[in-house]
């Protein structure tokens, strides 16, 4: 089940790179997606392959025809209902059937990595980096295998950062390096960014004309505004949200969750609203809002506080495990407020509000480059990786020579 090591003979433009992605909470599959079109952009000569783990797992979609669902659908149903407050149990649940299926997950992957052949594999998901590492080390020995975490730091132990591995990291956060040393890797081993990886979107936005854009949404161009977001599946906790700011203008991004916004569209408020379904387009809004409210995820926040939006997100035993970091990260850097329960969100708009200029000085004290650094990184990881086969090459034929 092993490819015998060796320097490939192809052309450096026929690189392939691997990204390895689900669809669970949908941050993983836009952050592969945000990674492919950053090396795209960077014009690296390689092909870029989106690898989705389920089909990998399960090629003949054996959960869905059983069950009537694909398996990231329950998870992003109870997100949507915001049936989170068991997910820590789970999650160990969940690591321990990883870590007992092993060997079964182990040889589909191997069987994939050999009829497939990467050059190097980057992870950007959770959970299954042992199985994961162990096919591509066995089955391709010398190709590198790249983990990049999607989470501003790891929730330790089994979800990120698995120890006694010879792979790579790559940290948005000195939290997440630390992290990383802390589980026995050297630092050639530790690759940091300067946050998290991000669409080039919210790099690349145009000026608009805030006041204009607002009267022809049928926003009040002078009022504060508030954009809430829950991720791609929205969340019922926007409903408690916006009930408990009827004075305060609202942006509700509802994703797909198309029963929210209409729950939202027919609840009544003294303040001008904007519900949305599902759109491309969230850096538009957030140029057109003063502040974020939403759950501590690592890809909304960063996406918020790129474009200078001061965040208001709640913390407390309902949050994802691997989220409640976040939180402290926004308390450390001050770009928002952090509250403990959703009945606090209109004493947090109010402080918010009335010190909106400090918190956002704070927003753009950050400066968040990780989706024009990962191509090189990347790059460097590979051209070292390679160099070190061909020195091995190198050795075994003077080895043999001398026999």
Known sequence: MTRAPSTSSRHPAQRTVDLVYFDAGGGHRASALALEAAIQREGLPWTVRLVNLREVLDPKDSFR???????????????????????????????????WAKPKLVRPLQQHWLATEPDMVVSLIPNFNRPLYESVASALPGVPYVTVLTDLADHPPHFWIEKGQDQHFVCGSERAVQQAREAGYTDDRIHATSGMMIRSAFYETESVDRA???????????RPTGLVLFGGQGSKAMLGIAK??????????????????????????????????????????????????????PGSVSEAVQLHLPVIVVCNSWTLPQERYNAQWVREHGVGLVCASYAKVPGAVDELVRDLDNYRTATHKMHNRAVFELPGILQGILTRAEALAGGEESISGLALGAQ
């Open 212 to 222: 204009a854009e607002r009267r022809r949404l049928g926003l009040d161009p002078d």
């Open 65 to 99: 025809k059983l069950t009537g669902m694909d398996p990231e659908d329950v998870y992003n149903k109870r997100l949507a209902r915001g049936w989170t407050i068991g997910l820590a149990h789970e999650l160990k649940v969940l690591q321990a059937v990883i870590r």
């Open 244 to 297: 408990r700011l009827p004075d305060t203008q609202l942006i509700l991004a509802c994703g797909h969750n198309e029963a929210l916004a209409k729950a939202l569209r027919a609840q009544p408020a003294r303040a001008p609203r904007l519900v949305l379904g599902f759109t491309p387009d969230v850096a538009r809004y957030m140029q057109l809002a003063d502040f974020f409210i939403g759950k501590p995820g």
